[in-house]
Nanobody, 128 residues
Framework: QVQLVESGGGLVQAGGSLRLSCAASRTRTFNSYAVGWFRQAPGKQRKFVAGVSWSGDNTYYADSVKGRFTISRDNTKTTVYLQMNSLKPEDTAVYYC????????????????????WGQGTQVTVSS
């Protein structure tokens, strides 16, 4: 059972930056998992933010964050990162990372139902 722990959230002013980390444990095969970041604002559905394939070679972003956020991974550290720049108040949400085992190919996934393992979330608040 893969365990995921997010960190790096906090309060930042609009235009600022944060880097979220998603540390995986209880797995020896982290490099076979695609990882995604999702976010959920109060009263709203959880939405896809960014995804990365197991190798790190393939990434995908929601239109709302494209050009501002960057997802990356370090399989030697079993950690995935989300660098968030030019933050806006509408980026305020609880951010979750999730992992999906990839049995073949080098894919990312964008749907919540594609992921089997989830972290507990980290709060990001952007003030105007």
């Amino acid at each position: 059972q893969v365990q995921l722990v997010e960190s790096g959230g906090g309060l930042v002013q609009a235009g600022g930056s944060l880097r979220l980390s998603c540390a995986a444990s209880r797995t020896r095969t982290f490099n076979s998992y695609a990882v995604g970041w999702f976010r959920q604002a109060p009263g709203k559905q959880r939405k896809f933010v960014a995804g990365v394939s197991w190798s790190g070679d393939n990434t995908y972003y929601a239109d709302s964050v494209k050009g501002r956020f960057t997802i990356s991974r370090d399989n030697t550290k079993t950690t995935v990162y989300l660098q968030m720049n030019s933050l806006k108040p509408e980026d305020t949400a609880v951010y979750y990372c999730a992992a999906a085992h990839t049995y073949s190919g080098d894919y990312y996934y964008t749907e919540t139902e594609d992921y089997s393992y989830w972290g507990q979330g980290t709060q990001v608040t952007v003030s105007s």
